[in-house]
């Protein structure tokens, strides 16, 4: 078996990518599910545009941790990570769609999308790094 990719020059491991992308997955579903609970009506928004700035963060602070890693198989993590990216296109363009159909409108549909798009970015991302740490680095 190919020895997995490591991680940040000197410490010999690889940073946190998997459980953080977890971690992203855990606050969209809570502020998905927060959101979603209150339709049609309103939901109020502070906590869930804090739930959402909190993932936009991770999944940004995953993407600079995941940029660093030398050596890495990036040929095959943009090979997952895009057929994944485009399925997850595909499924975000469904929900969104059902979304307007159902009248969601203003600041709630923006705040439903806005998750989508981390949701969509975040999976082909974990998925994409799952594979590549374990394939021979890019020569």
Do not use: C, H
């Not at 009248?103 to 082909?124: D, H, S, Y």
């Amino acid at each position: 078996m190919a020895e997995p990719a490591r991680g940040v020059p000197g410490d010999g491991r690889l940073p946190p990518i998997q459980p953080i992308a977890i971690a992203v997955i855990v606050l969209i579903a809570i502020g998905g599910i927060d959101v979603s609970s209150y339709l049609p009506r309103q939901a109020p928004r502070a906590p869930v545009i804090a739930v959402l700035a909190a993932a936009a963060l991770l999944l940004a602070a995953n993407a600079l941790l995941l940029a660093r890693i030398k050596p890495f198989n990036w040929r095959r993590f943009r090979q997952v990570g895009g057929w994944y990216l485009l399925v997850y296109a595909l499924i975000l363009g469904t929900l969104e769609y059902v979304f307007v159909y159902d009248k969601v409108r203003g600041a709630q549909l923006a705040i439903l999308t806005a998750m989508l798009v981390i949701f969509a970015l975040n999976l082909p991302l974990l998925l994409g790094f799952s594979v590549a740490r374990f394939q021979p680095p890019d020569a």
